[in-house]
């Protein structure tokens, strides 16, 4: 077990919270406002993880904390150790069944290829078939008018794999896609090219808190980040004013941009799937000695 004293974990903390705040920040005055960010919120609104939670700093499980650590043995997953703070086997081996399935979901993945022929018309999915004022993000205006979306979504063609971005296709848009990926199948359909796959990364390492490094798992927000500001400016919908430069994958110009970005993605997310992977397969392994 590694032992940190409280002036290195008060440092790491620090750290943590100054690279976080420009992130929740924002999030926290729009609350307040009342009004939301179609880019800046779906990390904070589709994963059901608060400010709070991203904010906190946790060295990961196997540290020992020194010095004042009453904030720490609050937390139901601390216990008392050694005249300080870590976190508890007892409460890490609860996550077991859930580490085995992220295990294989992300083995699974990082052996795979990345495909890079989707050119992120998912989004487009979504609003396939409706009206202006019927699409989710109606608060914005779209690029291109109904029958336009329908000739792109058609002409270009839906290669979704992520299932979690196929369940939200419109009805009109579900037989149109080249797979039919469900939750059952998804260590099959899973792949490092997909961006959906690539921001569920912060998903896994936010299932396993505190027991996941925090600067690990602000490594997996930030990608994440990236990885919705592609998918909405290659969407339908105009976010100019927001400025987001759109990505007209409608166009041959325009996917080929897509794919440069989504590649770069790709290989960013997989570096970051390898580091999370292994945390995960370290946490099974103890899990499976409790």
Partial sequence: MVALDQREWRERERRHRVRVEP????RRERRSLGVSHPVDDFLFDYYPYSVGRLTAWHPGHGTLL??????FLAHPDYVSADGG???SPERLARHRARLAL???LLSATAEREPQLGCFGMHEWAMVYGQQPDQVRHNAHPLRLDPDDIANAVTGVGLRCTHFDAYRFFTPEAVPLNAHVPARATQPQFEQPGCLHATMDLYKYAQWFHPF???ELVADCFDLARSARDLDMRASPYD?????????????????????EHQAALA??????RLRLLRVV???LGLSDQE
């Fill in 23 to 26: 992130w929740v920040a924002p």
């Fill in 66 to 71: 020194r010095g004042d650590v009453r904030q």
């Fill in 85 to 87: 703070a870590t976190t």
């Fill in 102 to 104: 992220v295990e294989g």
């Fill in 212 to 214: 996941v490094p925090s």
């Fill in 239 to 259: 976010l100019a004013d927001l400025g987001y430069d759109p990505i007209p994958v409608e166009t041959v110009a325009g996917r080929r941009t897509y794919v």
């Fill in 267 to 272: 290989d960013r997310g997989q570096d970051l």
């Fill in 281 to 283: 397969s370290h946490l």
